[in-house]
């Protein structure tokens, strides 16, 4: 079940971000906001083996004690 969903711009910062129950709101901000350098690293990393195909699964980024953040991709669309 998802407990949290964050939409981040192509600049690497949160558009939106949406949590379930809300008193865990803040925690959850903080764990996205920690977690963008790692995504922007991993991206770079699958882009430069791939080229411009990219995954968009990237996979398991980090398990915390209680959560696990998972990482989807979207094809940006101009």
Not at 39 to 66: C, F, H, N
Request: aromatic share 10%; net charge negative; charged share 20%.
């Amino acid at each position: 079940m998802a407990v949290c969903i964050a939409v981040i711009a192509k600049e690497n910062y949160p558009l939106y971000i949406r949590s379930v129950p809300t008193q865990n709101e803040l925690k959850f901000h903080y764990t996205v906001h920690t977690s963008l350098d790692v995504v922007e690293e991993k991206i770079s990393a699958v882009g430069k083996s791939l080229g411009d195909q990219r995954e968009l699964y990237l996979g398991l980024l980090y398990p915390t004690e209680d959560y696990k953040l998972i990482i989807f991709l979207t094809r940006h669309l101009h």
